[in-house]
């Protein structure tokens, strides 16, 4: 069945860093592919997304490319801030559907 | 209005208590689902709704009984609750149409302890 992978957290990373949270998917069509966020104690927000092969999502200084040949979605930002701490999630949606594929999330922390 | 609100915000119950959850969107959207979110996991998928119909039931507990009153709201009733249905319980939406490859917009989520 289709599913995601992501890296297993937590993350931690000094203020100004780069970041990458690796996301790969199987998946049996063409999905689109998304980040969510989730800070301490709220609900999910989508952070970035993608519907088809080499398009590139950006938001807030986060940016993630669709590749279908090595069936990734990686999440990249260049300089993280303390106000990134939070969980990041990958997931998959397939356009025979409305259900959502989950990863099982990254924690990612950044000290000052 | 991007919003998806849901009240209450917290929730503390007890394992007699009758409660129930509510979730309203005015974006137009036609799919509302629940999810249910233990800590460091990812959402699980309770129910969807389609058109005011409930489309997908993922072998929930009858304790938990959804109910969409019109285009607007999403109701999760809540009955002789156990303490590991502890959890953050997500509301989310999104369009239906010709395309389906759109997000789906969460609310904040109520925070539910079963004492």
């Known amino acids: 069945g289709d599913s995601v992978t992501q890296m297993e957290g937590p993350v931690t990373l000094s203020e100004e860093a780069c970041l990458t949270i690796?996301?790969?998917?199987?998946?049996?069509?063409?999905?689109?592919l998304f980040w969510y966020v989730q800070y301490p104690g709220e609900g999910l927000q989508l952070l970035l997304k993608?519907?088809?092969a080499d398009d590139k999502g950006s938001n807030k200084g986060f940016e993630a490319t669709y590749r279908k040949e090595t069936t990734s979605f990686h999440l990249e930002k260049g300089s993280v801030q303390v106000s990134d701490s939070a969980v990041y999630f990958c997931?998959?949606?397939?356009?025979?559907?409305?259900?959502?594929?989950w990863g099982a999330g990254t924690k990612l922390i950044i000290k000052p | 209005d991007t919003e998806v609100t849901q009240t209450p915000k917290h929730l503390v119950m007890g394992m007699t208590n009758k409660k129930s959850l509510k979730c309203e969107q005015h974006?137009?959207?036609?799919?509302m689902y629940w999810y249910k979110q233990k800590a460091k996991k990812p959402p699980e998928l309770m129910f969807v709704?389609?058109?005011?119909?409930?489309?997908i039931n993922e072998s929930v507990p009858s304790r938990f009984s959804p109910e969409c009153p019109n285009s607007s709201l999403l109701n999760l009733h809540l009955h002789a609750l156990q303490p590991e249905d502890s959890a953050l319980y997500l509301c989310?939406?999104?369009?239906?149409?010709?395309?389906?490859?759109?997000?789906?917009?969460f609310g904040q989520g109520t925070r539910l302890t079963v004492v």
């Open positions: 989310a939406s999104s369009p239906l149409g010709h395309t389906l490859n759109t997000e789906a917009f």
């Open positions: 974006m137009g959207h036609r799919a």
């Open positions: 709704y389609s058109y005011e119909k409930l489309s």
């Open positions: 690796n996301c790969t998917y199987t998946a049996t069509g063409y999905p689109s």
């Open positions: 993608a519907t088809k």
């Open positions: 997931a998959l949606l397939m356009d025979s559907n409305y259900q959502l594929i």
